[in-house]
């Protein structure tokens, strides 16, 4: 996602700065992971389409084969959706496996890309330079002498009534207001929201909670639906469509003696979700294409097998999810390749239970324990996808954290709410637990399963 909002978003602003149509070509170069795993993670596929105008959130996954089809077919790009250029990939689209950064970036992020566009006569008419840091968020590396070195494009400057920058301060403000997490969260999304005289701010809002929760559902659906074998050369066959059938069966037969049948209908849930984004599908970042499974599968699990569930819940969930995100994303890291799998789908286990526990009506502090322990027992996961692709051991690895969310949610909604730990720590610890971990074992395929398992 990253790579293809970053190249997207180069393509369509070449044309206001009026360079658009001066452009005969454009060299793209890609470093560190990005190049690394770049293939497996079809970054290729991505780049191509964000050239052409296409982002993540609007393309029409059923166009995405074709399109880029059509490009390399012709070798030819419509630029922005508008520019008709060549576009040769042995030449235009570079994979430097050898450079873990840009050379001369002043930003020092493992999932670099730099964009530049020649002129007729060859010449440079612009070059940017773009980091990829997780969950489809992009940085731009600033020219030295532009006055700063980096500046985020997905930050929005709203101010908000109850601003936190860790787990201690957002318990602090609920606190102090006698607010819920979720509660606080609402009241922040409002002011974030557009002012639509058609509809209240709550109801913005609550709407668009309903459409991620939608698009996940269908993603579920989806992935349940299809069979056969993952791209990518592998030969990783879909499961969760075998494994729902079996567990329909059952249940239609009568067979409703086994008490952890709820777990593997996680399972179907996580592995339906990873398969569709294995294979290219639509999916919400929750917080990474990678993790994306998780979430979903302990809100359907919740939705289906709590019996006092309700959609009230489900807004509940969500909201407070997305707090416990926040929290890693400002003092840590949500990227694999910046501190390994313990960053994904280490984060949507913490998130997942921290929603769980909100929706089951746990306190704000029961809510902060379980996003605890979720991560306590998720450091030092490494990302190690055999041959760079988000399958091994991926899908599988977010039915775990599914199930590792409901467990630790359980735990913590049976406990006072006073613990050793607290989440800021344990956010702190995977941090640099990351930071400690060598660069073999983050998302660049070089190491564990992605080597033993060839060495075998």
Not at 38 to 50: E, I, K, M, S, Y
Not at 63 to 77: N, P
Not at 232 to 253: F, I, M, P, Y
Request: hydrophobic share 45%; proline share 4%; glycine share 10%.
């Amino acid at each position: 996602m990253g790579p293809m909002r970053a190249a997207c978003l180069f393509a369509r602003e070449l044309g206001t700065r009026d360079r658009l149509e001066r452009v005969a070509r454009v060299q793209v170069e890609l470093y560190g992971s990005l190049a690394l795993t770049g293939l497996g993670h079809a970054t290729d596929r991505a780049v191509l389409l964000g050239l052409a105008g296409n982002e993540p959130a609007t393309i029409d996954p059923a166009a995405i084969d074709s399109t880029v089809k059509g490009i390399r077919t012709a070798r030819r790009i419509e630029l922005a959706g508008v520019r008709p250029i060549h576009f040769d990939e042995a030449s235009d689209l570079l994979f430097h496996r050898d450079l873990m950064y840009p050379p001369g970036s002043s930003t020092q992020h493992p999932n670099g890309l730099r964009l530049t566009a020649f002129n007729a006569a060859g010449a440079v008419a612009d070059q940017r330079t773009f980091f990829s840091i997780g969950g489809g968020f992009i940085t731009e590396d600033v020219a030295p002498g532009a006055g700063g070195t980096q500046t985020a494009l997905d930050q929005r400057q709203a101010d908000v009534p109850f601003p936190f920058h860790s787990a201690a301060e957002l318990l602090t403000t609920a606190q102090a207001n006698e607010l819920s997490i979720s509660q606080l969260m609402l009241e922040n999304e409002c002011a974030l929201a557009s002012r639509n005289l058609q509809e209240s701010l709550v109801e913005q809002v609550r709407a668009g909670i309903d459409r991620i929760w939608k698009t996940m559902r269908d993603c579920v659906a989806r992935g349940i639906a299809a069979e056969g074998i993952l791209p990518g050369g592998l030969n990783v066959r879909r499961r969760a469509h075998h494994l729902a059938a079996r567990l329909t069966e059952k249940e239609a037969t009568g067979l409703r003696g086994d008490p952890l049948a709820p777990l593997d209908w996680i399972t179907v849930y996580a592995m339906a979700v990873n398969e569709e984004n294995a294979a290219g599908g639509r999916v919400v970042t929750a917080p990474t294409n990678g993790a994306a499974g998780v979430v979903p599968a302990v809100a359907h699990y919740y939705e289906r097998f709590i019996s006092e569930s309700d959609h009230e819940g489900i807004v509940n969930f969500f909201l407070t999810s997305a707090a416990i995100g926040i929290l890693y994303k400002e003092n840590a890291s949500i990227s694999g390749a910046e501190v390994g799998c313990q960053g994904e789908v280490g984060v949507a286990c913490s998130m997942a239970a921290a929603g769980l526990t909100a929706a089951l009506g746990g306190s704000n502090d029961q809510v902060e324990h379980a996003a605890e322990i979720a991560m306590e027992h998720n450091l030092g996961m490494t990302c190690d996808p055999i041959g760079g692709l988000v399958q091994i051991p991926c899908i599988e690895r977010n039915a775990m954290g599914a199930a590792k969310a409901v467990q630790a949610s359980r735990i913590a909604l049976n406990e006072a709410g006073d613990h050793k730990v607290s989440l800021d720590q344990v956010i702190r610890t995977m941090y640099l637990t990351g930071l400690d971990m060598q660069s073999r074992y983050k998302e660049t395929s070089l190491a564990g399963l992605a080597l033993n398992r060839i060495e075998c």
